[in-house]
């Protein structure tokens, strides 16, 4: 038809979301369109007002179900201005009081960062003999032996707020007892981590330990890279975690309890059998690398069950 445009895929050319103006002059002025964030430079005053908007908005359980014919009827409206793919449209809700001078700010992570996330044991696979004996090289070649291993990253349950997993060791018998301990009661003057995952921010501890930390000076400084770039380039990140190495050259095993685990000598264990290797430690041998036997691993109930001290 004369004068009818047709642009890409029967779309009609509309003003850039940047640039456009009211149609109307019902519009509230040209400051309509300024979205804060979206096409308009954040100031404070616009972070300020958000944490207003925020704590004046309901739960969603407060809100009332979004009708189907709006749903259709808006995703008409953003295809008809080609917004979909970039914007949609959200439940309007809150969930806490936002505290004075403070605004909610979000991130996104590719990497575990927290106990929390990370899978159970039973759902990581296997760690390759390959990448074990790689890694023992990278180890040995960095003198990092003897002092830190490597573990296989794994939860059991779900830390609660304001706690970390704090262990410490006993000698009589030997064991390790590691339990979700209140933050504030943590001495951090005599706590190093424990074990760590790779994560955006390089390695981060989601295991403690109470005690001055070891001393890592005969390390080469080139370790922790080399060591994040083997992990990162294999896709290992979220199975391999690091480990400070416990000195005792018991063979330990690693019982579940309800939001605490405790290591054991397997001499001074009864009705418990061997689950799964879950700690590697390294050492030179006749001037290699060598990967030594098994020094933690989980225990198992002999019935079969993974959590000790339950009620059935």
Request: proline share 7%; charged share 15%; hydrophobic share 35%.
């Amino acid at each position: 038809m004369e004068g009818e445009y047709v642009g890409c895929q029967g779309r009609p050319p509309s003003p850039n979301l940047a640039t456009a103006k009211p149609r109307t002059p019902q519009a509230r002025g040209a400051n309509s369109f300024d979205v804060p964030g979206l096409n308009k430079p954040l100031t404070v005053q616009d972070l300020e007002e958000s944490r207003n908007i925020y704590n004046v908005l309901p739960t969603d359980s407060q809100q009332p179900e979004i009708l189907q014919s709006h749903i259709n009827n808006l995703a008409a409206l953003f295809v008809r201005n080609r917004a979909d793919g970039i914007l949609g449209i959200h439940l309007a809700h809150a969930h806490f009081a936002v505290p004075a001078n403070t605004a909610i700010l979000g991130a996104n992570y590719d990497k575990p960062y927290c106990y929390n996330v990370l899978p159970t044991d039973s759902q990581q696979p296997e760690i390759l003999q390959s990448h074990i004996n790689n890694l023992a090289a990278l180890f040995v070649r960095n003198r990092a032996d003897g002092i830190l291993g490597i573990h296989l990253a794994h939860a059991h349950f779900a830390v609660p707020a304001n706690t970390a997993i704090l262990g410490a060791n006993y000698d009589k018998p030997y064991c390790r007892w590691a339990k979700t301990t209140a933050i504030q009661t943590i001495d951090l003057s005599n706590v190093h981590g424990h074990i760590f995952v790779l994560t955006d921010h390089g390695f981060h501890p989601y295991e403690y330990q109470t005690g001055p930390s070891p001393d890592l000076s005969e390390v080469n400084s080139t370790f922790l890279p080399e060591l994040a770039d083997y992990l990162n380039t294999n896709n290992l990140s979220t199975l391999v975690g690091l480990q400070i190495i416990g000195q005792s050259p018991a063979h330990v095993f690693e019982l579940i309890l309800p939001l605490a685990t405790v290591m054991l000598d397997v001499l001074d264990l009864n009705g418990c059998v061997p689950a799964r290797q879950t700690g590697w430690k390294f050492e030179v041998e006749n001037g290699e690398p060598r990967v030594c036997k098994s020094n933690e691993t989980h225990g198992r109930n002999a019935n079969g069950h993974d959590i000790f001290n339950e009620v059935e």
